[in-house]
Each structure stands twice: as C-alpha cells, then as structure tokens.
C-alpha cells in the first residue's frame, strides 16, 4: 500500500500535469496538507448519499468540498485516505464536473445593457462574481446538464467481498453498483490522467505526443501499486478488470 508521503506527492505532480495541460485550478490548501477524508464536511456526505447530483454539487461548493477546482468550468477533484494501525487502508479519488448551464459572459452583459465590442473583459470578475450569489438558483430553475459527468475511485479493505466487492474499483456515473475492478492501487496522479483523458479529451489529444507531455502522462500507470492476491481473488482474475 502507499505511504502517506506517496499520497502527497502524487497529488502535487496531479497538480503539475493540469498547469501542463493548461488547465487552471484553485485550491483548498487546508484541506492539502493531509488529504485525509475527515476534512470534508458531514453535510457533503450526507448528500452524497441522499441528495439529487446537483444538489449534491451545490452543497461541495457552498462547503468547499474539494481539494481542486478547475477554473475553465467549475469541476472539482476529491482526494482522501483514511489509516488504520499506522497504514492507509482506504482511498478515495472523486472528479464531479459542474452540473450547470451558466448563460455567457455575452449574456451576462445583456443583461446590463452593454456588449463585450464595448468592455471587453471589463465585468468578467463581476461576472464571476454573478455566477457565485447565482449558483443555488440555477439549481432551482433547472438550468443543468442531462448528464454531468462523475468519475470516482474506491479503495477498502475493510468492505473488500472477493468478485461482488473488489478492494479496488471505479464508479463512472452515479449509479453505486456499477464497480469497475482494477488490479492496481490507483493514486492521485494516476486517477486525475485517466480524468484528462476521458473528460477533457481535446486538450489531451492536442498533447499527447508532445515529448514532455507524454513523458509525463505514461507514468501514470507505472507508477500504481498491484493489488495482493490476498485482496484479489482466482474469480476476479477471471474476471473482466482494469489493468
């Protein structure tokens, strides 16, 4: 298993490999200097579980629930581990892409009268600002996407049940039941390039063969752990599974 200082250095180069990409983030640096799942708040947790995406969305923004937030279209990135006897024992990655249809900056200016031909970027902070006090109403009115995309990753020993558990899995969509086995422990690099490769695919294929890119990007999959046959059964290696 990963040791904690692994944890944090995978997350830093997770953030190095978005500045590659060019995608620009804020961050909760509290929440940064441990990653450890008891930093997010019981009212996200409960509406992980109980509550419609979007709402659940608007309670991780209200509460900064997030590690990372890409700033060209408010998704948010989630890492946490938990220890038991000195080691981790479980891990949690979550990417929840923003549920929300904003109307443009061209709309927003309209909507006081002018155009960008004549402020240009001007409002854009006004903007940002709109967006902010505007966000639980948009909800509201309905002003979301059909599909929003979320992507998250498991580990537990403790819930790990051979071929109807695995110890290490994704979930694509927000379906609990549907658990994607991995033979790997993925870590926070490793899970925010399988993100940039799935969700944010046209600034990855703009990249990809680029030398330090690439070279950057391949060692993602290096870089995971295999799983111990102790946590991955002779019916899981039979089994469909990632790597």
């Known amino acids: 298993m990963m040791s904690v200082g692994k944890v944090m250095q995978e997350y830093n180069d997770a953030k190095r490999i978005l500045e590659q990409m060019e995608l620009q983030y804020t961050e909760d640096f509290h929440k940064a200097q441990t990653l450890t799942n008891s930093l997010f708040s019981s009212e996200f947790k409960k509406a992980s579980i109980t509550k419609s995406y979007n709402e659940m969305y608007t309670v991780a923004r209200r509460q900064m629930d997030y590690n990372l937030l890409v700033k060209k279209d408010e998704a948010i990135f989630q890492f946490g581990y938990e220890r038991k006897n000195g080691r981790i024992n479980e891990l949690r990655y979550a990417f929840f892409e923003c549920p929300i249809v904003y109307p443009s900056y061209g709309d927003f200016l309209d909507g006081i009268n002018y155009t960008t031909e004549e402020v240009g970027d001007a409002f854009l902070s006004e903007y940002e600002d709109w967006k902010e006090r505007c966000r639980d109403?948009?909800?509201?009115?309905?002003?979301?996407?059909?599909?929003?995309?979320?992507?998250?990753?498991?580990?537990?020993?403790?819930?790990?049940?051979?071929?109807?558990?695995?110890?290490?899995?994704?979930?694509?969509?927000?379906?609990?039941?549907?658990?994607?086995?991995?033979?790997?422990?993925?870590t926070p690099f490793s899970f925010v390039t399988f993100v940039l490769r799935n969700v944010y695919y046209q600034d990855w294929k703009r990249l990809i063969h680029t030398q330090a890119f690439s070279e950057n990007y391949y060692k993602g999959k290096r870089n995971c752990q295999d799983i111990k046959n102790n946590h991955f059964s002779p019916d899981e290696e039979k089994d469909f599974y990632m790597m």
């Open 137 to 186: 109403n948009l909800v509201d009115e309905g002003k979301t996407k059909i599909n929003p995309v979320s992507i998250r990753y498991d580990y537990s020993e403790a819930q790990y049940a051979g071929i109807k558990h695995p110890v290490s899995h994704f979930h694509i969509g927000e379906n609990n039941e549907i658990r994607i086995p991995t033979k790997k422990i993925i």
